[in-house]
């Protein structure tokens, strides 16, 4: 199929998967979800694909989680929403979760919302040096309830956990390697071929030893992730889908209305 919203290269061994929507700093909308999991089938259906790598496209941002203006548009009903996060948003998840090679994601700038979120399904995780992570659910009255409430206590420790998503808090790519959240920090000009030389070392390595220990591993990360559909259904019945969230103590939240351009999706400091 064609891709409107991301680009798909296979290379070498390598399936390059690259969220392409610049324009809206990589955000999320329905399409982007139906060809991230058709991406994502294609790679684990092809013999010659090893390693599959996730990135943004541009220097600003790896991916600024859901798509506001395609959320006010399109997501207005309970059944529409619920379409949303079973059948796109944990497809998704599932296929990175399943695929027999590892899933690396190259974060080239903020990662935020949903966004950040997508990073706790790699495998392995390199980013630029200019890279952020900001779980920004608390900010926008919601709940960050795709696999990040699930896997980070797993990743950085229940703590660390607790105080990013209470506080929405921005890390830096900096802390998010001293957190454990990624494996590698490199300058940003440099994550590219950084990331082409992990994936060399990948594929380096026994084809049938990476799958096995891929399935190794996967019952940990699937334990963990066994209440993801019931915090779905959480979050579909918490919103109201006319564009506000209750539990703002009488503020509009920021959810319903568009960042102003040139600036980021709102998130909290993080910590000191």
């Given at each position: 199929?064609?891709?409107?919203?991301?680009?798909?290269?296979?290379?070498?061994?390598?399936?390059?998967?690259?969220?392409?929507?610049?324009?809206?700093?990589?955000?999320?909308?329905?399409?982007?979800?139906?060809?991230?999991?058709?991406?994502?089938?294609?790679?684990?259906?092809?013999?010659?694909?090893?390693?599959?790598?996730?990135?943004?496209?541009?220097?600003r941002a790896f991916c600024a989680g859901g798509d506001l203006e395609m959320a006010?548009?399109?997501?207005?009903?309970?059944?529409?929403?619920?379409?949303?996060?079973?059948?796109?948003?944990?497809?998704?998840?599932?296929?990175?979760?399943?695929?027999?090679?590892?899933?690396?994601?190259?974060?080239?700038?903020?990662?935020?919302?949903?966004?950040?979120?997508?990073?706790?399904?790699?495998?392995?995780?390199?980013?630029?040096?200019?890279?952020?992570?900001?779980?920004?659910?608390?900010?926008?009255?919601?709940?960050?309830?795709?696999?990040?409430?699930?896997?980070?206590?797993?990743?950085?420790?229940?703590?660390?956990?607790?105080?990013?998503?209470?506080?929405?808090?921005?890390?830096?790519?900096?802390?998010?390697?001293?957190?454990?959240?990624?494996?590698?920090?490199?300058?940003?000009?440099?994550?590219?071929?950084?990331?082409?030389?992990?994936?060399?070392?990948?594929?380096?390595?026994?084809?049938?030893?990476?799958?096995?220990?891929?399935?190794?591993?996967?019952?940990?990360?699937?334990?963990?992730?066994?209440?993801?559909?019931?915090?779905?259904?959480?979050?579909?019945?918490?919103?109201?889908?006319?564009?506000?969230?209750?539990?703002?103590?009488?503020?509009?939240?920021?959810?319903?209305?568009?960042?102003?351009?040139?600036?980021?999706?709102?998130?909290?400091?993080?910590?000191?």
């Amino acid at each position: 199929m064609g891709y409107t919203d991301l680009g798909y290269d296979v290379t070498a061994g390598v399936a390059t998967i690259t969220i392409s929507r610049p324009e809206r700093r990589n955000a999320l909308r329905t399409q982007t979800y139906a060809e991230l999991a058709v991406a994502l089938e294609r790679a684990s259906a092809d013999d010659q694909v090893g390693v599959v790598v996730i990135t943004g496209a541009g220097e600003r941002a790896f991916c600024a989680g859901g798509d506001l203006e395609m959320a006010r548009e399109t997501l207005t009903t309970i059944p529409a929403a619920r379409t949303h996060s079973f059948q796109r948003m944990l497809r998704v998840s599932t296929l990175m979760t399943a695929i027999g090679a590892p899933v690396v994601c190259a974060v080239n700038g903020a990662a935020v919302g949903g966004g950040a979120e997508l990073v706790c399904f790699a495998d392995l995780v390199i980013a630029a040096d200019s890279a952020t992570f900001c779980y920004n659910g608390t900010k926008v009255g919601g709940c960050s309830w795709w696999g990040a409430p699930q896997l980070l206590p797993l990743i950085v420790g229940l703590r660390r956990a607790e105080e990013i998503l209470y506080l929405s808090a921005t890390l830096s790519a900096k802390q998010a390697l001293e957190y454990g959240l990624v494996n590698r920090v490199v300058p940003a000009a440099q994550l590219r071929e950084a990331t082409a030389e992990l994936a060399d070392q990948l594929l380096s390595l026994s084809p049938e030893g990476l799958r096995q220990t891929k399935a190794a591993l996967r019952p940990v990360r699937e334990l963990m992730l066994l209440s993801m559909s019931s915090a779905a259904e959480q979050n579909v019945s918490a919103v109201d889908w006319r564009g506000t969230r209750p539990g703002l103590r009488g503020r509009e939240p920021e959810r319903g209305r568009e960042p102003e351009r040139g600036r980021e999706p709102e998130c909290g400091r993080g910590p000191q």
